[in-house]
C-alpha cells in the first residue's frame, strides 16, 4: 500500500485545468514519477479530458455530459469540466 498526500489527486486536477504554479507542479511531477499509482490515476484523468475534448468537437448525445460527470472521480466536478462543454 502507498501512502499518498491526499492533495495529489486535487494537484492533478488543478495541473490538468492548467492553474498550478510552478512549484506544486514540480511536486506533482516528483511524485508521478515515483509513484504507479497516482501515475496510473493521472492518465486515466487524461484520457477521460481527451475522450470530452474530442467528443466536444461533434454534437454530443443528450445527456452526455452527465455521464462523463457521473465517471470522473468525485473531486472533478471541482474543477468545472463543464467549460469544456462549450
Ligand atoms: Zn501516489
Known amino acids: 500500500m502507498t501512502s499518498c498526500p491526499k492533495q495529489i489527486v486535487h494537484l492533478m486536477h488543478e495541473y490538468l485545468d492548467g492553474e498550478i504554479e510552478e512549484a506544486t507542479k514540480k511536486e506533482l511531477k516528483l511524485h508521478l514519477d515515483t509513484c504507479a499509482d497516482c501515475k496510473k490515476h493521472y492518465a486515466e ?6 475522450l470530452v475534448q474530442s467528443a ?5 448525445p443528450a445527456g452526455f455530459t452527465a455521464k462523463v460527470m ?5 473531486e472533478g466536478k471541482k474543477i468545472g469540466i463543464e467549460r469544456w462543454f462549450r
Open 56 to 60: 466536444s468537437h461533434i454534437e454530443a
Open 70 to 74: 457521473a465517471l470522473l472521480p468525485r
Open 45 to 50: 484523468l487524461k484520457k477521460t479530458i481527451a
